[in-house]
């Protein structure tokens, strides 16, 4: 033939092939989780306030936001003395260390409107103090153990740390620990237990919650009543002092 044969484009390629993609997969530098991580919002409980904001650090504490309770402009109320005066009726007149330490703390005549069935809050003359007084002896349970405890309200004077709250706008209960609490309630506790701008609890104050577990705070009689044969004791005294108190006779 008059022409040469083309040459086969097979023969002879003018590029080199492409390197073929490598079938092993890339190992990770940690190797993966067999299943998803679980989120550290997806537990049982939500992260407990003290560990948040404030150095409660006791359980039977979780939830209590002291700063919701500590506005003197809001408390006392004469909605709070009727429970005072309720407390006196039923509580301090029925339990011989709970009066002799805070009956000077009630109004007599109030007492009888208890008994009498008044339960118009406005009735009442905020002059009883009895619940504050049980918090303060708590405190001081050293002076109490000793007799020589005296209640005072100079040392009840609250934070007033933000928020701040009006009468209308002051939330009127909180759950503790799974209880609920009326604000009353939680003003005493925290005008007398709370310190450092109520971000810690006093010692003795969160020994007594630890003893009596849910339900605690409404327990200030119980204070009293195993006053000589439970908490003025060297045992409890000394766990109290040494910080192993909720261990050895804690509620849980």
């Not at 679980?38 to 936001?65: A, C, G, I, Q």
């Not at 002076?143 to 405890?149: I, M, R, S």
Request: hydrophobic residues 25%; negative net charge.
């Amino acid at each position: 033939p008059s022409l040469a044969p083309t040459a086969d484009s097979t023969s002879t390629p003018s590029l080199a092939p492409t390197a073929e993609p490598t079938n092993e997969a890339t190992v990770p530098s940690v190797p993966p989780s067999p299943s998803p991580s679980t989120e550290p919002t997806n537990t049982f409980e939500p992260t407990k306030y003290y560990e948040l904001e404030s150095e409660y650090d006791d359980d039977n504490l979780y939830r209590l936001v002291c700063a919701d309770f500590d506005d003197d402009n809001v408390y006392p109320s004469y909605f709070c003395n009727y429970g005072d005066s309720k407390t006196c009726d039923e509580k301090v007149t029925t339990s011989e260390n709970y009066n002799a330490y805070c009956g000077s703390t009630c109004n007599k005549r109030e007492e009888r409107r208890v008994e009498n069935g008044v339960t118009k809050t406005s009735d009442y003359s905020n002059s009883s103090w009895a619940v504050i007084c049980g918090w303060e002896a708590i405190k001081h349970m050293n002076e109490t153990c000793a007799g020589t405890f005296e209640p005072t309200l100079k040392e009840a004077a609250s934070a007033d740390m933000y928020p701040n709250y009006t009468f209308s706008t002051a939330p009127k209960d909180a759950e503790v620990n799974s209880e609920k609490y009326d604000a009353c309630n939680l003003h005493a506790f925290c005008s007398v237990c709370s310190y450092d701008s109520g971000t810690k609890i006093h010692k003795n104050c969160k020994a007594h919650v630890d003893k009596y577990g849910t339900g605690a705070l409404y327990e200030v009689t119980s204070f009293f009543n195993s006053l000589d044969d439970f908490w003025c004791t060297d045992d409890v005294q000394g766990a109290i002092e040494e910080g192993t108190f909720e261990k050895t006779y804690g509620s849980s």
